[in-house]
């Protein structure tokens, strides 16, 4: 049933509303009769005349500038082969979200029905005028070789054939910081490559480029050695034809330095890699299974450097690594090609960047505390928000020292400035946290779960390695909702907290309750009764270790939900009143906002001690927290009492944590304008900077604030995040929707993560979820 429950999720992605991955989005206005009259006729007559006047103004008055091609004939689409145009085009749009996402550059995607490569070639020649690049994708060799060759020699716009050369340059990086750490010389090296596709003699190419010597290079295809005596080489195979017809893989590996792989899986045995030299370099990179598993390398060798395309395992290497900011910097310039020096540059970018410091924000991704330069880190990760503006820079320069460049860039910092805005730092947080969420999966109790929404979240939760959702409600009800909306809940448990089944829960969690509450307005009979509530049962098994966090709220008043949390699991330590802050998603990055759902009117006292929560929360991010109170006055500007309230706090936030990047009080459109913040208030914490944390003055305040962003379409919410409690809890806005339910699955997970809430592994282990979760993980890969 997984199988295609599996399937069936994917179609249904891809079908849902506006089918496909991409729509066409007007970048400028087109209202008003007037807009329309710019945007078409008559006004559009005057960049046509411009336009045929000097033909480069094209780039000035039209998308090309910022626009690639992804072209493909569908002969070599992923691992599926040769299976037509249409059924690539699904590929094809993907690839354009990734060019989108990673760096803000818009695609139309072109799938041509014709396999005859002169004719191929002339269709992509006269879409010249259309695109500022192109991008060819997935279609097979030899034919590949022979279309790129003559596109780029006959076009004046940059083309790139990402099958060959993304590989080639990731790997490259990744081979260049390998022989490093392993003391080898590149021009020493003896290579055995199994693989002789387009990916394969990409890598070699560009290995030579950077020194390797062609003679060092024993190949493998799937008929064995290229040797001299084989009729069926292409001329540009020659070169590597350096076997015997006799020699084998197994004797080839025989102390040899590199083995590069992109042929098939398990081919390379452990005896295998234990023949090869001193301080190995294994790249194997077939999919999804590696030529050699990463444990049977690493086992063999101690002193092995090995890299996989896998993302379970250290050192990816992934084209996401390359084509977008390759692109990026190529158009930028005006490039009329991508030559090898540009992808040389990108080389030696990405191997430099591997040496130099991680962000924090990376290392939230993978759920590590300091990632560093060494054996398990030669390549960056394709969640570093530094590659864009680390690698197109470097390709930009290098098409202008090459000659290539018709646009070049003079101010170098301005231009990274530039491309950091393009995307914000910060913004991929919640795919970097959805990672770190995977890394150490936990157990979220659904108070809720007699509701499709909140089914459909758990199966998603479960399906990406999220958490282990456990299931509150009546077991018939919530099947009954599953079946009829074809959501399978198997491994799933299920607990009806009103059950005769639960009694021994019941009352083991009542016993605890009355200790805590019996002084506080709870008898016995009540303690037990209460039980059956099921927010309360949920947050009693966060309490008592048998679920790491709970997730409620999505049916239920807020104060509703709040109040079981305070009465079971209470505050954090020192903590007097907790606060709500929302996670705002925008294009400029993260924003988080506070307190938005508590505290109707904080005294300055408590507005400081919401402060210093969030402060606190936006860290567990791995963000360092920029906070603006606000308030209606800038600095003293107005001396009336909410004003006054807004600077007190202030100061006693400074008094309790010097360190922390904070001012106000001060208006929101001075928070965010850093023009308006150097001109008028040089002298505040936050002049040139991004602020990235607003704390509002009350509640009504905050809660408009994050509602206007939501429904103006300015931001994606994700909250309300309630900080301050001693374990973790979660309140769903009123009727969030699939995506926004399963964000707080990711967040709880998160946070149970920062609070250490813990389940021993053999309980895990012997649970029906696990097994789920371990089964959907090997499909996925």
């Known amino acids: 049933m997984q199988n295609n429950l599996r399937k069936q999720e994917a179609l249904r992605y891809h079908a849902k509303d506006r089918p496909g991955k991409i729509e066409v989005v007007p970048t400028k206005e087109a209202k008003t009769q007037r807009d329309l009259s710019l945007a078409y006729s008559p006004g559009v007559a005057e960049p046509c005349k411009e336009i045929a006047a000097n033909k480069e103004s094209v780039y000035k008055y039209t998308a090309k500038s910022n626009l690639v091609a992804v072209i493909s004939n569908g002969t070599a689409v992923l691992g599926l082969g040769d299976i037509g145009p249409e059924a690539s085009k699904p590929v094809m749009e993907g690839k354009g979200v990734l060019f989108k996402i990673f760096a803000d550059i818009d695609v139309f995607d072109i799938e041509i029905n014709e396999k005859d490569p002169e004719k191929f070639i002339q269709i992509v020649k006269a879409l010249e005028p259309t695109f500022g690049g192109i991008n060819l994708?997935?279609?097979?060799?030899?034919?590949?070789?022979?279309?790129?060759?003559?596109?780029?020699?006959?076009?004046?716009?940059?083309?790139?054939?990402?099958?060959?050369?993304?590989?080639?340059?990731?790997?490259?990086?990744?081979?260049?910081?390998?022989?490093?750490?392993?003391?080898?010389?590149?021009?020493?090296?003896?290579?055995?490559?199994?693989g002789a596709g387009a990916a394969a003699m990409a890598c070699m190419e560009l290995y030579v480029s950077l020194g390797a010597l062609p003679e060092n290079f024993y190949v493998f295809d799937i008929k064995g050695p290229l040797h001299r005596g084989r009729t069926d080489l292409e001329a540009f195979?020659?070169?590597?034809?350096?076997?015997?017809?006799?020699?084998?893989?197994?004797?080839?590996?025989?102390n040899a330095d590199v083995f590069l792989g992109l042929s098939v899986g398990n081919v390379v045995t452990a005896d295998m890699i234990k023949g090869m030299a001193?301080?190995?370099?294994?790249?194997?990179?077939?999919?999804?299974?590696?030529?050699?598993?990463?444990?049977?390398?690493?086992?063999?060798?101690?002193?092995?450097?090995?890299?996989?395309?896998?993302?379970?395992?250290?050192?990816?290497?992934?084209?996401?690594?390359?084509?977008?900011?390759?692109?990026?910097?190529?158009?930028?310039?005006?490039?009329?090609?991508?030559?090898?020096?540009?992808?040389?540059?990108?080389?030696?970018?990405?191997?430099?960047?591997?040496?130099?410091?991680?962000?924090?924000?990376?290392?939230?991704?993978?759920?590590?505390?300091?990632?560093?330069f060494g054996p398990d880190y030669i390549i960056p990760k394709p969640l570093d928000p530094r590659l864009l503006a680390t690698v197109a820079p470097a390709v930009a320069k290098a098409a202008m020292d090459s000659g290539v460049a018709q646009q070049p860039i003079n101010d170098w910092e301005k231009y990274r400035a530039d491309l950091n805005r393009r995307l914000g730092l910060d913004s991929q947080v919640m795919g970097i946290l959805g990672n770190k969420a995977r890394r150490d999966p936990k157990r979220i109790v659904f108070a809720e779960a007699d509701?499709?929404?909140?089914?459909?979240?758990?199966?998603?939760?479960?399906?990406?390695?999220?958490?282990?959702?456990?299931?509150?409600?009546?077991?018939?009800?919530?099947?009954?909702?599953?079946?009829?909306?074809?959501i399978d809940l198997e491994g799933l448990p299920i607990f009806d907290p009103r059950s005769d089944a639960m009694e021994e829960k019941r009352n083991a969690y009542?016993?605890?309750?009355?200790?805590?509450?019996?002084?506080?307005?709870?008898?016995?009979?009540?303690?037990?009764?209460i039980m059956k509530d099921r927010n309360y049962f949920g947050c009693m098994m966060v309490e008592m270790g048998d679920a790491d966090a709970m997730i409620?709220?999505?049916?239920?008043?807020?104060?509703?939900?709040?109040?079981?949390?305070?009465?079971?699991?209470?505050?954090?330590?020192?903590?007097?009143?907790?606060?709500?802050?929302?996670?705002?998603?925008?294009?400029?990055?993260p924003l988080f906002l506070a307190d938005t759902t508590v505290n109707f009117n904080p005294t300055a006292e408590e507005l400081a001690e919401i402060t210093l929560l969030t402060a606190r929360e936006v860290r567990n991010f791995n963000i360092i927290p920029r906070i603006a109170m606000l308030s209606y006055s800038n600095f003293g500007s107005s001396n009336s009492p909410e004003a006054e309230l807004v600077a007190n706090a202030r100061k006693i936030v400074k008094e309790r944590m010097p360190t922390l990047i904070v001012d106000g009080e001060m208006q929101a459109s001075t928070a965010l304008n850093k023009e308006l913040m150097r001109e008028n208030y040089p002298f505040s914490e936050l002049v040139d900077k991004d602020v990235n944390t607003m704390i509002f003055p009350n509640l009504a305040s905050g809660n408009i604030a994050y509602n206007?962003?939501?429904?103006?379409?300015?931001?994606?919410?994700?909250?309300?995040?309630?900080?301050?409690?001693?374990?973790?809890?979660?309140?769903?806005?009123?009727?969030?929707?699939?995506?926004?339910?399963?964000?707080?699955?990711?967040i709880a997970v998160t946070d149970a993560q920062t609070k250490n809430q813990t389940a021993t592994q053999e309980a895990i282990n012997r649970s029906p979820w696990w097994k789920r979760l371990k089964r959907n993980r090997q499909q996925a890969m």
Not at 330 to 339: E, F, S
């Open 137 to 194: 994708e997935d279609i097979k060799a030899p034919e590949c070789f022979v279309i790129e060759k003559s596109l780029r020699e006959q076009l004046t716009i940059p083309v790139m054939h990402d099958d060959q050369h993304g590989t080639a340059i990731i790997s490259a990086a990744a081979l260049l910081n390998a022989l490093q750490l392993q003391k080898k010389k590149i021009d020493k090296v003896c290579f055995v490559v199994n």
């Open 237 to 254: 195979k020659l070169k590597f034809a350096n076997a015997s017809a006799e020699l084998t893989l197994n004797t080839a590996l025989k």
């Open 278 to 372: 001193k301080n190995p370099i294994v790249f194997a990179m077939a999919n999804p299974d590696p030529e050699i598993s990463w444990h049977d390398a690493t086992s063999a060798r101690n002193d092995i450097i090995m890299a996989t395309g896998r993302s379970d395992y250290p050192n990816q290497v992934n084209n996401v690594l390359g084509f977008p900011y390759i692109f990026r910097g190529a158009l930028d310039v005006r490039a009329t090609q991508i030559n090898e020096p540009m992808k040389l540059a990108a080389v030696k970018a990405l191997a430099e960047m591997a040496q130099s410091p991680v962000p924090d924000i990376v290392n939230l991704a993978y759920n590590t505390k300091t990632i560093t």
């Open 451 to 486: 509701n499709a929404k909140i089914l459909k979240a758990a199966q998603i939760i479960i399906d990406e390695g999220i958490g282990y959702p456990i299931l509150l409600g009546d077991e018939t009800k919530i099947q009954t909702i599953a079946q009829a909306n074809g």
């Open 510 to 529: 009542s016993e605890v309750f009355f200790q805590k509450r019996q002084r506080k307005g709870f008898n016995y009979y009540e303690a037990k009764k």
């Open 552 to 589: 409620s709220g999505l049916t239920k008043n807020y104060p509703d939900t709040i109040r079981p949390a305070l009465q079971v699991i209470g505050t954090d330590e020192g903590v007097k009143k907790i606060a709500g802050m929302y996670l705002m998603l925008t294009k400029k990055g």
């Open 708 to 746: 206007l962003l939501k429904e103006l379409g300015a931001a994606d919410a994700i909250g309300p995040i309630l900080l301050g409690l001693n374990k973790p809890v979660h309140i769903l806005q009123l009727g969030s929707s699939v995506r926004n339910i399963v964000n707080m699955g990711i």
